[in-house]
Each structure stands twice: as structure tokens, then as C-alpha cells.
């Protein structure tokens, strides 16, 4: 019995795929950390597309992984698991989880933690590690974005078009999003896009032909995929890359492999969370040596949208599917 | 007047674009070399697919090359421009020429030249050029290609296939190569290809899973595309690469982009001719200093499959159409 810590926990499942309203409430036994992991009292957890996309049951949880979605958490190290040194417990600290998140407590590796510093809440804790760890390794290592380069995203106010800005920025890119509305468009400008694009009263793929005076950008982050494919290759300078993180859009795409070849384009991309854990260990570390300076001494913040209560955890998922929010969603489960 | 040199050579031309009869002989003033370059008395120059796919018309000379087929050659420098040092009159070179190859006389980038060690045929030489550098920089440099990873290469038996051959075995890939009969597939395995499948009698998605035990192949060098592509990405192992060197086959490939991102696959793809002199030099030093002292020493040798007379460019070009070669087809100026 440990000191302090319940035998259940409330957490977010859902019986079914379907809608928001399938996502109810359930008490489950708090899990015990294995060797190299830690049991996390979750003050935070993040809401991210793949969260959505597995309720729907059309991205089951990889074999291993929490049935539970959450793919994020913030909140203060309560037990650890063998191998874990220094001592961590009470430590504040933002995980990468392969499942699990929405929940009172959530287990992560401790290769996959970083510390919460100083003067930044733990709901923007909670924001962080997903998006982060996915626009570094497909913008910078996948992507190899270099300073002075031309960077587009399409989504530019979602979670992960905000941190791609900021990170962006941060790096020295030019980032040029793409956006629905005027008001979005505006939002990601004020989050430090130096061009949005709104998709609906322009055609992007001339937008960033005269942005970049004919050249293209270097990089497209894309997660739209489908029929916008051979419009972002359009987009792209020679010897540019297409980085695919996610196809909301459709998954085939025509693409003419002349052009491919005679103007040295790359396309690749690739997924988080069915990553071995090795892998995000050596993510989480360079990450900690290159970003975290910048969370550190406050000039990296998630951009966030709203917190809902963690039993309202379907309303967070409809506003999400609303597509009206602006930076990240998190769940509050009190335990902050 | 240069001495020895005469005012007007030989050369292979064509009027208008069509099948191989539309090559003819011509009579056109010897070129004079430019800073930094060197005039070649052309002993042999290599035919490649694409001088035949130029002379169809649908592969036009850059800007500022001759119009004349050839893209290699080898032979003496009988000539330089300013700037070449030490003195290269009278050596044996072997080129990467932009065109202007089926000549008695050709211009050379002194940067795109490679010494012809003693024991090496100029024959020989004049075979090298186009696939080593075309082969080396999609294998090993744009397709990543590491030691103990699995190649895969359809037309085994020609000129690109069967340097790929011998490339990947001597820098320590396994080499899986397809080929359309039974006597072109051991033909590929007495080159030194590990496994030969003719795709006419089986499945090369199949037979690549067959031989890799369900793995997958790391690298795809694709010179056909078109419907090729959906199946050379199933042939690949996860992070596995599906490099483009040609479109035989077609150009329009209709891609799963959320294989692409789940499985980390990497699509891309060059051509040589279009690209920068500085490109060509900085590759051409790579080689010298990776590949060439395997050159100097034996043990790469370019497959040989016949040699026509300059005049007979139209057989030879023939020659390659009907596919039954093996190895690479060179021109003979008679100034060997």
C-alpha cells in the first residue's frame, strides 16, 4: 500500500467508438509503475486529434498502450518503478504517454518526462509534450528545416500549427500558415506567423508562390493529405520536403513522380505514438538539451484554447470537432 | 590554330525527333575549351536511355548544353581553357559530360573528369560516368543506403541496374535486382546481384517479401514509377526509401499517404543532367575518393555489352530499345 494513493481513480473511456457522448466516466485501480516509469497525480492532460480520431475507432491504441486516451499529462511524480534515479517524487514534471492521460493518475517512462519549470502552470505543462515532440522531429530531423528556410503549415491555430509557428519562429523560419476564416488567419499572425493564408478566399498554392517570389517554400508540414498533396508539392521550392503527420484530409494521393524526380522533392512523414520507447527517450533528450532552454526562460508557450473539467472530457472532444479553438484544449482533473 | 587538332569533326546529330534512323552524321567545328574546361579527343562514349528518350523528344538538352546526344566519354585532353592545373594534356580521362558525347571532339568540365588508371579499357571508361555518378548519388547519398541494408533494383541488366549491382556489393548491401527472362535473371546473379526475379513469371512483391522474411527491402532505386511505385512501397521495410531515377513506366503514382506516415517511408528522386556544375565537381571528388580506388584497383569494372562504330549510333540506339542488352552500349570513334 503506498502512502497517499488511492486504490481507484476516476478516468475517461468509452465503451464503444462513436461520438463525443461516448466518453463516460469509470473508476479503475491505479496502475503501478514498472521499472524505468513513474505514476504521475495528473493535473493536466492534454486533448489532442489522435484522441478524437481513436474514440472514433479509427486509430485503435497500440498493443501495450492504456485503452484510455491522453496522450499528454502535467502534474507531480507520486511513486517510481526500479532504475529510476535521482528520486523523483513531488518533482513536477509533463510526460509523452502512449495512452491513459485522461485520468487521475497516468504511468510514463521517465525517459519520456521533462520538468515543469518554474513560473509555468501545469495546464500549459499538459500542453506541451504532443505537439512539441511532433513538430521537432518532422519539422527539424524528418523535415531537416534549417534557419532561413520557408515553412507551411496548414491548420495554423491548431495545436499543432501553433507550436509549429513557435517553434517555428523560434528557429529562425519563415512559417507561412493556412487557415479557415479571417479571424484565424489574424489569430495565427498575432501568434507569430509571418503569413496566413486563408484557405477559402485564396488559392494557397498561388498565396505562397507570391510570398516566396516564385520560389516556394522549403517544407510543408502537412496534415490534410488527400487532394491537397500535388497542391503542396506545388508549393515547394526545388529539393523541398513533404512531411505527412496526419490525413485528415483522405489518405490517397495522386502524385506525378516526373516532377518528383526532376525537381528533387522528398516526401515522407510519420507517426508519434506507436514509436518505441527507446525512440521518444532519445526525442525527449534532445529535445531537453535544444528546446527546453527556450520553456525555460519562458520565450516557449504553448498556445492554449480552453480547460474543461476532465468528466466533461466529451464536451472537450465536440469543441475540438467544432474546429473553432485556437491553440490547445486540456482537461482539469483538480488534482492541480 | 591548335596544332594536331583539326577545325571540324564527326558528329552524331538529328533534325527532328523520331525513332533511331533520325541519327546522322554531321560535320561541325571542334569546340574551344572555356576556363576551367578541357577538350577530349573522344575515343568512346557511352549511349544512355537518356540519349534515346532526347532523341524522341521528350528529354530536351538543358540550357546551354549541346544539343548533341552523350552524356559520357572517354578519351585524351588534347586541349584546355585557363585555369586548369596542373597541365592535363595528353592523359587519359573519362567524363560526365552535359552533351555533346557522340563526337569525335567533346568539352569537359576539367571538375567532371576522373583519371583512367593503367589495365582500364577506355572502352571501359567511357561506360562509367553516367551510371556511377547517378547510381552513387540516389543509392548512398539521396537513398541513405547503410551496410548490411537490402537494395532493390529493377532492369537488372542494364546499365544502371547492373552498376547498382556491383556497387551494392562492394559496399556491402544485398542486392535483390528484377529482370523481364530467366537468361537476363542469371545473368544479374553472374554479376554479382544476390537474388534475380523475373517479373514476368512471378510476383516482385511477393518474392521481395519471400527473400527478405517478411522485412522488406530498405531502398527502392525506380526507374519505371507509374504503377510500380504502390508496389516498390510495399516492397519496403518500415523507414524503408523509393528513389526515382526515371519514369519508364509512367509518371502518375496514386500513393496511401497514411502507409507513407505509419510505415516512415521516404519518397524522392533526382536527375543528373539539370544539375549545377559545382554539384556535379563535389560529387565527382566524392567518387574519386569512395569508388575510384576500387576503380584503380580491379575490382570495379563497368558490364560490357557491345560496342557500335560513332556512325552506327541508330543501331546502337536500336539496340537498347529491343532490350536485350546486357550491360552498357558504347559508340567508338575510332581515335582510340
Redesign the interface.
Known amino acids: 500500500m503506498r502512502t497517499g494513493i488511492p486504490a481507484t481513480m476516476q478516468a475517461i473511456g468509452f465503451d464503444e467508438p462513436g461520438g463525443p457522448d461516448v466518453l463516460r466516466a469509470e473508476s479503475l485501480a491505479v496502475p503501478q509503475p514498472a521499472e524505468g516509469e513513474v505514476l504521475i497525480r495528473v493535473a493536466y492532460a492534454g486533448v489532442n486529434r489522435p484522441d478524437v480520431i481513436q474514440r472514433m475507432g479509427r486509430y485503435p491504441a497500440p498493443p501495450g498502450a492504456s485503452p484510455i486516451p491522453g496522450l499528454e499529462i502535467a502534474g507531480a511524480v507520486v511513486a517510481q518503478g526500479e532504475g529510476v534515479t535521482p528520486d523523483s517524487i513531488g518533482q513536477h514534471v509533463c510526460a509523452l504517454v502512449t495512452g491513459g492521460g485522461y485520468a487521475e493518475y497516468c504511468i510514463a517512462k521517465i525517459a519520456h518526462c521533462l520538468p515543469v519549470p518554474e513560473g509555468m502552470s501545469l495546464a500549459e505543462a499538459a500542453a506541451l509534450p504532443e505537439t512539441l515532440f511532433t513538430v521537432w522531429h518532422n519539422v527539424f530531423e524528418?523535415g531537416w528545416a534549417c534557419e532561413g528556410e520557408t515553412l507551411l503549415v496548414h491548420g495554423g491555430t491548431s495545436g499543432i500549427g501553433t507550436m509549429a509557428i513557435k517553434l517555428g519562429k523560434l528557429f529562425g523560419l519563415t512559417v507561412i500558415v493556412t487557415c479557415g476564416s479571417d479571424e484565424k488567419c489574424a489569430a495565427a499572425v498575432t501568434i507569430g506567423a509571418d503569413h496566413a493564408i486563408n484557405y477559402k478566399s485564396a488559392d494557397f498554392v498561388e498565396e505562397v508562390k507570391r510570398i516566396t517570389e516564385g520560389k516556394g517554400a522549403q517544407l510543408v508540414l502537412d496534415m490534410v493529405?488527400?487532394d491537397y498533396?500535388p497542391r503542396n508539392l506545388a508549393c515547394l521550392a526545388e529539393d523541398g520536403r513533404h512531411v505527412?503527420?496526419?490525413?485528415l484530409g483522405g489518405?490517397?494521393?495522386?502524385?506525378?513522380?516526373?516532377?518528383?524526380?526532376?525537381r528533387?522533392?522528398?516526401?515522407?512523414?510519420?507517426?508519434l505514438r506507436?514509436r518505441p520507447d527507446e525512440f521518444k527517450a532519445l526525442l525527449c533528450d534532445e529535445i531537453f538539451g535544444t528546446v527546453w532552454p527556450h520553456v525555460e526562460d519562458g520565450s516557449l508557450r504553448p498556445e492554449m484554447d480552453r480547460v474543461f473539467p476532465l468528466r466533461e472530457a466529451g464536451a472537450a472532444h465536440a469543441h475540438m470537432e467544432a474546429g473553432s479553438h485556437i491553440g490547445k484544449i486540456v482537461l482539469e482533473t483538480g488534482n492541480g
Open positions: 524528418r493529405s488527400g498533396v505527412t503527420i496526419a490525413v489518405m490517397k494521393a495522386e502524385l506525378n513522380m516526373a516532377q518528383i524526380m526532376a528533387r522533392l522528398t516526401l515522407t512523414g510519420s507517426t506507436a
